[in-house]
């Protein structure tokens, strides 16, 4: 079973909220340990799905260091920024979330968690959604990444995904998780 793009829009479209950004590190518990305040989640993790950063470079001309700044969509899907509630400002983690795209294979989602780590390698700073452009976004101290699969992501990216060592969670379908829930028919308001 392949992949369908309404898979992956879904997942995108749920994950871009905080609520549930953070219930998809709930399925993996170190990176939920990483967040500063679970009393005050909604402050503490910053969503940005389809990140924009600006690198900053040195580039010599006529022996002088000049600055420049190119700005760049990164190919992960969703940046998670870590924020201290009490204080305001983005702590030194950043969770990447890739998300399996339709016809995508190992080296593609591979390559892009590559090619993440390659943009960020120099120093950067975040396009931050509205709601947050008074926090600091510098660079962090620490990257990581987080893939998302489906039922139906082939078995040799599972594979290729734990054989890199790199976390993974498969999203189950709707009717899966809707089979589990009780019936709430004999529930009355």
């Known amino acids: 079973m ?9 997942a995108l479209a749920e ?7 953070i219930a998809l590190l709930k399925q993996y518990r170190p990176y939920l340990e990483m967040i500063p305040s679970m009393r005050r ?5 910053i969503t940005i799905p389809m990140p924009i950063v600006h690198l900053r470079q040195a580039q010599l001309l006529s022996g002088a260091a000049i600055a420049c700044s190119n700005t ?3 190919p992960c899907d969703i ?8 204080w305001k ?6 969770i990447f979330i890739f998300i399996h795209r339709p016809n995508e294979d190992f080296s ?4 892009r968690w590559r090619q993440t780590q390659v943009y960020l ?4 700073e975040w396009d931050m959604p509205l709601k947050h452009r008074h926090i600091l976004s510098e660079g962090a101290e620490s990257t990581y990444p987080l893939f998302v699969i489906f039922e139906g992501t082939p078995e040799r990216i599972k594979r290729g995904l734990k054989g890199a060592y790199l976390p993974f969670v498969v999203r189950r379908s709707q009717a899966d998780e809707e089979a589990e829930l009780p019936s709430t028919s004999s529930v009355q308001n």
Not at 15 to 21: D, G, I, L, P, Q
Not at 41 to 45: A, K, T
Not at 89 to 94: A, M, Q, R
């Open 2 to 10: 392949s992949i369908q793009k309404v898979q992956y829009e879904e």
């Open 15 to 21: 994950f871009s909220r905080s609520a549930e950004a």
């Open 41 to 45: 989640s909604d402050e503490s993790v």
């Open 72 to 74: 760049l969509c990164l």
């Open 79 to 86: 940046a998670i920024l870590m924020c201290d509630p009490e």
């Open 89 to 94: 400002i983005k702590t030194g983690v950043e």
């Open 108 to 111: 593609d989602l591979l390559g």
């Open 121 to 124: 390698s120099e120093g950067y």
